[in-house]
């Protein structure tokens, strides 16, 4: 539960709370739009049909709707067969409601007219202009921008929809559900129609509309039962040759939800449109999937393997919510994980079965854990179902998204895939067409697989990374190992106290030579199987097990393919680490053993750079490192070049005490530095050896990208050197390479020199590359992202030339996020000077992108709530300009929520001209 406790209060924050979910007293279970698109005046008339809710008493209160920005035209009442106008006596509109005072006893119906301009509308909420493009976003509150509704989720409706359009601007006119949009209906006026019905009820976040001049891809797919479905991929200008990957990527999700979900397409006809101005990655809507170009349109020449890999990916999770979202959906917003974990966990998995399992494995460990983690730790932690949100945007968060997907992994671990597929058939049987909660969908796993789950459900109330701490103890003479198993999760920002949780922790044993041991328990029975991977449930803040038969001593390796969202914070010998690197037979604890050698040697260099000593690299991590090194060319390569890459800086920085953003940096270089000199024949010889054998073809296979991926990883040791020979490397890669994933790696590669010949090189390899790909949006955003990192003074002021190039577009969230993300998280050692001047600049496009778009603005303000990390001056320059944020009379609350959070840890002596007062006690109701 939300501890409710008195917090620094700014009455403008308006907390709500899960506790408070209430039903409503009335329904829409039908709803007709009858749209007449518009660029600047969109006419929406809504009939909408009211019945009583059925499980509610009869109140007879009033019909509350939601509405947001909405020039409301007139207001009709149909009952008994008359319409009529309501009188203005009858409702009341406010900014944020239209309410029906006395509402007829009997089902009834409203027409609502409003008008909308969807030029204006730069929030990308509701309908919008995208370019030339008409579209909207409505998850989570943004069908209320469209018109007048019970805009929740626990409201579903049947929707039927009539699109009108000038037939030049709008040749393409797309709703949900069924329909021909090859066969409009010309109304012989320059204008022409067509019907859309969506005969599955859904929740008004899932309504979506497009309209548009666009090129079209299309295809069939045949389900399991032999139901021919039509696909189609609609794109603009200059993307219609790009966009194979994706139909593809559509047709392998389709297949793969049918064979490991049994989830067969339930409409006619499939479609999806991307988009260059979209606030999230990509949205669900029933039948017409949005996305964010950056997500759909992809090819090898103008993307990388990582990014082909991530837009299949992002087309299976928005296909896979097909069920898990839209078919059962989220009672309120703070179910959110029920439908983004469970989809997230379905996409990892669909990436694993088309991929390597392995590679996947271990990103998406690093990736919960540079980023999650992070959260977890900072002033914005919040458990994976939220008690207490002020904007429901701000919750589409790593924690509800990554570690829900985590959380569900570990039941998937607990339950075996038999089980599980037998849990997930039940809970979509079961709540097909309903709206639920977290607590309806672990009902069900604990249902179906008998194994008792009361106090796993703690994972859904409690936020902070749980940390694990183990110690082993081999008795000889009784051939005995025991192992000892700690938890304890430190108090977040949200939550003090903290539970034992119920987690599956995979264990393996290494014996001396190098093999596992086979894990029997003293609690097995005789004869029972002693694999060389066990799951232990630990279930206490503390647990001990132990092995028997075991013959000699062990190494432990825990945690084993990342069986749970924790931290290990027990840290093994530098011995301990070289022995596991060289024989964990697990794929991530192999990893992450290089990974956490690494992490500890950088610290000891981030010590020396800040008491101003000489950085110095011991030998025996130069050894163990050369064995990585020697090894490259054998085995799985993606994994090879995983174990030689540094780790991602999150994890570089994520247990230090304070942080000195000039001296991990320079550790960085040094480490890098060092090993490029050390290793630089056997990089040189990597490279070569990884080289793409003349004549093959291109495919996103494991074999390529792995081969690719050491390929680059080997330039970027070469190119640390600055060498003229090494410039020529890349320079060579760049100009022969035909896939994007070796081109834009050699030109990062050049763009992080720092020689005054090799900067005179990369400006001109980004000249020619804006020139050659100026028309490609995903292709430009890199050019600035690349610009916004680049080494070396007056990074700051070349950001800020940037933002008046044509390529840049404040209102579009991609390139605000691609050069002032770029530079904020690309830059570190610019963002964070000493000046101050970063954070003015930061603190600055926050305020400006307030009043444009506050989605992009709270995004960009996230990276103010990590100041709590960094020295004493750089921390009071961060809250002066989150301070000068929150004086911004006209903030958005999105905005107010994030930076309000971290400013609430800040301690404060109070004064009398402290604004924030002590919370009034809550309204009970
Ligand atoms: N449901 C969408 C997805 O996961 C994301 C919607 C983002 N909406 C938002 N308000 N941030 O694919
Ligand atoms: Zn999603």
């Given amino acids: 539960m939300a501890e409710k406790k008195d917090f620094l209060f700014d009455p403008a924050r308006n907390p709500l709370y899960r506790d408070d979910y209430r039903p409503t007293e009335y329904k829409i279970p039908a709803v007709t739009l009858d ?135 709008f040749p393409v006119l797309l709703s949900n559900g069924n329909g021909e949009p090859a066969k409009t209906v010309d109304n012989g006026d320059g204008t022409h129609s067509i019907n859309w019905k969506d005969p599955w009820p859904k929740p008004s976040y899932l309504f979506a509309v497009v309209a548009g001049d666009m090129h079209v891809l299309e295809d069939t797919f045949t389900t399991m039962t032999g139901k021919k479905v039509d696909l189609r991929i609609y794109v603009q200008d200059g993307y219609e040759d790009k966009i194979k990957w994706a139909m593809e990527s559509l047709k392998r999700s389709m297949k793969w939800d049918e064979d490991r979900y049994g989830r067969e397409y339930d409409l006619d006809c499939f479609h999806i449109v991307a988009v260059d101005k979209f606030n999230a990655g990509a949205m669900e809507n029933k039948g017409l999937n949005v996305f964010n170009v950056k997500y759909l349109v992809g090819s090898p020449e103008v993307s990388t393997d990582d990014e082909l890999i991530d837009i299949e990916a992002v087309i299976g999770h928005e296909y896979f919510h097909n069920y898990s979202g839209d078919r059962v959906t989220v009672r309120d917003w703070f179910e959110l994980t029920l439908k983004e974990g469970f989809t997230v966990l379905r996409d990892r998995q669909f990436t694993e079965d088309m991929h390597s399992k392995e590679i996947k494995r271990i ?67 079961r709540f097909d067409g309903q709206a639920v909660t977290c607590d309806d969908f672990v009902d069900v796993m604990q249902e179906v697989s008998g194994i008792d789950l009361t106090q796993f459900r703690q994972w859904y109330n409690q936020s902070g990374t749980p940390e694990i701490s183990y110690t082993g103890d081999y008795d000889a003479a009784s051939k005995t190992y025991r192992l000892t198993l700690t938890q304890n999760t430190p108090p977040t920002a949200d939550q003090s106290a903290k539970v034992a949780l119920h987690m599956p922790i995979a264990v393996g044993l290494i014996g001396q030579s190098g093999k596992d041991v086979p894990l029997a328990l003293s609690t097995d029975a005789a004869g029972e199987a002693a694999p060389t991977t066990r799951v232990l449930h630990l279930t206490e803040a503390s647990l001990t ?95 090879n070049a995983r174990t030689l890459g540094l780790p991602p800086y999150n994890i570089i920085i994520q247990d230090l005490k304070t942080l ?73 890669q760049y100009g022969h390479s035909k896939n994007m994933t070796e081109k834009l790696a050699a ?35 890199k050019w600035l992202s690349l610009q ?13 030339e940037l933002m008046k190039h044509e390529a840049y577009d404040a209102t579009n969230p991609n390139k605000v996020y691609a050069l002032i993300g770029g530079f904020t998280a690309g830059n570190p050692s610019a963002f964070h000077d000493k000046d101050g001047s970063g954070y003015k600049f930061l603190a600055d496009t926050i305020i400006d992108l307030n009043d444009v778009n506050a989605k992009t603005a709270t995004n960009l303000a996230k990276r103010f709530t990590q100041f709590k990390r960094y020295d004493s001056d750089r921390q009071a320059l961060m809250i002066s300009q989150m301070e000068r944020i929150m004086a911004v009379p006209t903030l958005d609350i999105g905005i107010k929520e994030i930076i309000g959070k971290a400013l609430d840890t800040v301690e404060k002596k109070p004064t009398n001209d402290n604004a924030r007062k002590t919370a009034p006690a809550r309204k009970q109701g």
């Fill in 35 to 169: 749209i007449a698109l518009d660029e600047t005046e969109t006419v929406v008339k809504s009939r909408i049909h009211v019945t009583r809710n059925p499980a509610l008493p009869d109140t007879g209160g009033a019909l509350v709707l939601d509405g947001e920005g909405l020039k409301l035209k007139s207001l009709k009442i149909i009952e008994n067969g008359q319409t009529r106008d309501l009188d203005r006596s009858e409702f009341v509109v406010t900014d944020k409601n239209l309410i029906l005072k006395n509402p007829p006893a009997k089902p009834f119906d409203l027409e609502i007219v409003t008008e909308i301009n969807p030029t204006e509308n730069t929030t990308l909420s509701g309908i919008y202009m995208a370019g030339d493009i008409l579209c909207s976003q409505c998850e989570a509150q943004g069908f209320r921008r469209i018109t007048y509704f019970l805009d929740r989720p626990d409201n579903l409706a049947t929707y039927d929809v009539t699109l009108t359009g000038e037939q030049k601007k």
């Fill in 363 to 429: 990103d998406d460990a690093v990736g919960l854990r540079s980023a999650q983690f992070m959260e977890d730790a900072g002033p914005t932690s919040h458990p994976i179902r939220p008690d207490r949100v002020e904007e429901f945007d701000n919750i589409y968060t790593g924690t509800i998204y990554e570690k829900g997907s985590h959380v569900l992994g570990m039941l998937h671990t607990m339950m075996g895939e038999t089980t599980w597929r037998a849990a997930t058939d039940e809970y979509f049987s």
């Fill in 545 to 639: 097990f132990e092995f028997k038969n075991v013959d000699g001593p062990v190494v432990p390796s825990i945690l084993r393919g990342f069986s749970a969202p924790v931290k290990v914070t027990t840290q093994p010998s530098d011995e301990e680490l070289v022995f596991r690197m060289a024989h964990d037979t697990d794929g991530f604890n192999k990893y992450e053993a290089t990974e956490r050698l690494m992490v500890k040697t950088l610290h000891k260099l981030i010590k020396q750079a800040e008491n101003d000593l000489p950085l110095t690299l011991e030998q025996g991590f130069i050894d163990a490192y050369g064995e990585n090194v020697k090894n490259a060319l054998a085995g799985d390569l993606a994994f």
């Fill in 660 to 732: 000195d953003p000039d001296a991990v940096s320079e550790a960085i270089d040094f480490m890098k530095t060092t090993l490029a000199k050390t290793y630089a024949e056997d990089f040189k010889n990597i490279y070569t050896a990884t080289a793409a054998p003349a004549g093959e073809a291109y495919n996103v296979v494991p074999a390529q990208v792995g081969r690719r991926e050491l390929h680059n990883t080997a330039l970027g040791f070469i190119g640390k050197l600055e060498t003229p020979d090494a410039a020529l490397d890349a320079v060579a």
């Fill in 747 to 781: 030109l990062g590669v050049v763009t992080r020199m720092t020689d005054k010949d090799a900067m005179t090189v990369a400006d001109k390899l980004l000249e020619d590359f804006y020139g050659r790909y100026k028309d490609n949006n995903n292709l430009v955003d």
């Fill in 788 to 800: 916004a990192g680049r080494p070396a003074d007056g990074a700051l002021a070349r950001v800020q």
